[in-house]
């Protein structure tokens, strides 16, 4: 289950996607936190859409408890949704994800979350013992330029990995032009080739 804002872009188009890829792989629906019923899908993503060949009959759908039951795996657009999923629908927490997180944990991307966590503890350490370290009287210079340069070093480390963090939102196509849509589209159709990739 894919979900976006409007159900008419975002969503819409990662389902065609991934029922054009995956095939009859997969049974898959999308939705919108702020859907109404029964509209078309924006004319920009369908022809986003169409240059790849690809066709979707679809109207718009709110989400919804039956959908949320429904569904095996829910992925959101933006982080924006998935908290407004997780508020409102916390029974499902174990399977909410934004399709960014989803394919980077299925692609090993994730990794650097782990990394940036322990860079994060070993910051700590390095700091507490600069504060141990200035708090000892006799202690050369030599000892408090080596413990502030392992604090710089790993202050550096913790920089380097949270710059380095993916966004895990697709920007929001709605209002642009054809190129912003393209753009999108190709984004989607990356991120489920990656996951297909991964669960051949």
């Given at each position: 289950?894919?979900?976006?804002?409007?159900?008419?872009?975002?969503?819409?188009?990662?389902?065609?996607?991934?029922?054009?890829?995956?095939?009859?792989?997969?049974?898959?629906?999308?939705?919108?936190?702020?859907?109404?019923?029964?509209?078309?899908?924006?004319?920009?993503?369908?022809?986003?859409?169409?240059?790849?060949?690809?066709?979707?009959?679809?109207?718009?759908?709110?989400?919804?408890?039956?959908?949320?039951?429904?569904?095996?795996?829910?992925?959101?657009?933006?982080?924006?949704?998935?908290?407004?999923?997780?508020?409102?629908?916390?029974?499902?927490?174990?399977?909410?994800?934004?399709?960014?997180?989803?394919?980077?944990?299925?692609?090993?991307?994730?990794?650097?979350?782990?990394?940036?966590?322990?860079?994060?503890?070993?910051?700590?350490?390095?700091?507490?013992?600069?504060i141990q370290?200035?708090?000892?009287?006799?202690?050369?210079?030599?000892?408090?330029?080596?413990?502030?340069?392992?604090?710089?070093?790993?202050?550096?480390?913790?920089?380097?990995?949270?710059?380095?963090?993916?966004?895990?939102?697709?920007?929001d196509p709605?209002?642009?032009?054809?190129?912003?849509?393209?753009?999108?589209?190709?984004?989607?159709?990356?991120?489920?080739?990656?996951?297909?990739?991964?669960?051949?």
């Open positions: 289950m894919f979900v976006c804002t409007g159900n008419t872009c975002r969503s819409p188009m990662a389902e065609a996607l991934l029922s054009y890829y995956g095939g009859d792989r997969f049974e898959v629906k999308s939705a919108g936190i702020y859907a109404n019923r029964g509209q078309e899908v924006n004319r920009l993503a369908m022809e986003a859409l169409k240059e790849r060949k690809i066709s979707l009959s679809h109207q718009s759908q709110p989400i919804t408890k039956e959908l949320m039951n429904w569904a095996s795996v829910v992925l959101a657009m933006t982080q924006q949704h998935k908290q407004a999923l997780v508020m409102e629908y916390p029974i499902y927490i174990d399977k909410i994800y934004t399709l960014k997180e989803f394919v980077y944990e299925k692609t090993g991307k994730s990794q650097v979350w782990v990394d940036l966590q322990q860079a994060i503890m070993e910051r700590e350490e390095a700091m507490l013992d600069v370290i200035v708090k000892k009287p006799n202690i050369s210079e030599n000892e408090k330029k080596e413990a502030h340069d392992r604090l710089l070093k790993a202050e550096t480390r913790v920089k380097t990995l949270e710059e380095d963090m993916p966004n895990y939102d697709i920007h709605f209002g642009s032009d054809l190129n912003e849509y393209r753009s999108v589209c190709r984004e989607l159709e990356t991120l489920i080739h990656q996951w297909l990739e991964k669960t051949v």
